[in-house]
C-alpha cells in the first residue's frame, strides 16, 4: 500500500485547507484510513479516522471543524478543515490499516498564520 498526500499550505485563522491521501497498490481489504499531526516539539496524534464503512471519529480538538472523508472508488480519502486555527500548524500524516499493518504517506505542511 502506497499512500500520497497533498493539499497542505499556509492558511489564514479562521481559514480552510483540504488535504487528500490517494491510496494505491494492494488497497483491497484496507479497514481504516486517518489523519495523524505532529507539531514541533509534540507528540505524533490522531487528528481523525475513517472506517471502510464510513464510521468517523474525531480528536476533540478538531470536532466540529474538520470532516474526514473517503472516495472509495478513487481510493481518495480527505480532510476539510475549516476554521483553521494557529494551534492547528503541524505536519500532517495519513495512514492506513489493512490487517495487522498500517501504512503512512508521507507528511504534508499545515501552516495557520496571519
Known amino acids: 500500500v502506497q499512500l500520497q498526500a497533498s493539499g497542505g499550505g499556509l492558511a489564514q485563522p479562521g481559514g480552510s485547507l483540504r488535504l487528500s491521501c490517494a491510496a494505491s497498490?494492494?488497497?483491497?481489504?484496507?479497514?481504516?484510513m486517518g489523519w495523524y499531526r505532529q507539531a514541533p516539539g509534540k507528540q505524533r496524534e490522531l487528528v481523525a479516522h475513517i472506517t471502510s464503512v464510513g464510521r468517523t471519529n474525531y480528536a476533540d480538538s478538531v470536532e466540529g471543524r474538520f470532516t474526514i472523508s473517503r472516495n472509495n472508488a478513487k481510493n481518495t480519502m480527505y480532510l476539510q478543515m475549516n476554521s483553521l486555527k494557529a494551534e492547528d500548524t503541524a505536519v500532517y500524516y495519513c495512514c492506513a490499516v489493512k490487517g495487522r499493518s498500517d501504512y503512512w504517506g508521507q507528511g504534508t505542511q499545515v501552516t495557520v498564520s496571519s
Open positions: 497498490g494492494s488497497i483491497f481489504g484496507i479497514s481504516l
